[in-house]
């Protein structure tokens, strides 16, 4: 454990310590290695996903690019996060630097707010494709894809900044064990031996942020599910419905973990429950991401099994 002495006997905490991960005598591996898997699958679904709609043609559409989006912010959004959980639970040392927390924190928040306006984007584009079809081709150019993912990381990396930068000046004395799997602005700002009030305004503003979102997200979802059921052929309904069912799944996945985690206020929870609500979002919705965008989309399938037999079809000529 690293400390700097300040003056007499005040001392300030320069690590923070991750006190809930077991040690690897106490079951510590029994973690890791289901955490590996997930984390190799949930990098090579993604990957596989942003590589078969870059590279096929037939899903060079504005859905398709923001799906791809999605699963390139997913790849570096768990990255950001389970690496260090995967050490944590083989290490002795459960530690991480200020640095790295502060670094941790805004590449996970960051990331995060980026895929919620991403997510805000295809809630739109699901919703003039099918509730202004005539209109759409003119509209969801690819010009317009590029700065819909252009701003959406712009608001993600520059809302945290102030947050981040007001907690890097902080003075943290006294514990350093942080309840959580990754570094949070809660946990974190718990160990602080200064007034913290300014937090209330901070969570009010995220509040906003995931509450506009929300809010745009399901009155889009809402209006197309009307103009759906009076589609007057069965056919088209199924069509509609089949497209916008995968956006809405993640939707739901995604925004319900975070409202439950970040639109508390002054709810606590207990540490069993803050780990499984982040377990949820940090591990779980990115985990499912590419189940839904490839096992349950036919036009997915398809594509990955063209690229497949292309692949087979190019190693036999060399043969």
Known sequence: MMWLVISGNQTMVTEFLFSIFPHLHEGGLLFFIPLLLIYGFIITGNLMIFIVIQLDM???TPMYFFISVLSFL???????TIPKMLSNLVSE?????????????????????TEGCVLTAMAVDRYLAICNPLRYPTIMTPKFCIQLTAGSCLCGFLLVLPEIVWIATLPFCGSNEIHQIFCDFT??????????SLVVIIDAIHAVEILASFLVIALSYVHIIMVILGMPSAEGRHKAFSTCAAHLAVFLLFFGSVAVMYLR?????????DTAIAVSF??????????????????????????????????????
């Not at 499912?288 to 349950?296: A, H, K, M, Q």
């Open 58 to 60: 037939a899903l060079h």
């Open 74 to 80: 997913e790849i570096w959004y768990t990255t950001a």
């Open 93 to 113: 040392q459960k530690t991480i630097s200020l640095a790295g927390c502060l670094l941790q924190m805004y590449f996970f928040h960051s990331l995060g707010i």
């Open 187 to 196: 946990p974190v700002l718990s160990l602080a031996c200064t007034d913290t």
């Open 265 to 273: 206020f002054s709810v606590t929870y207990s540490v069993f429950w």
């Open 282 to 319: 940090v591990i779980l919705a990115p985990f499912l991401n590419p189940i839904i965008y490839s096992l349950r989309n036919k036009d997915m399938k398809d594509a990955i099994g063209r690229l497949f037999h292309y692949q087979k079809g190019a190693h036999g000529n060399r043969r």
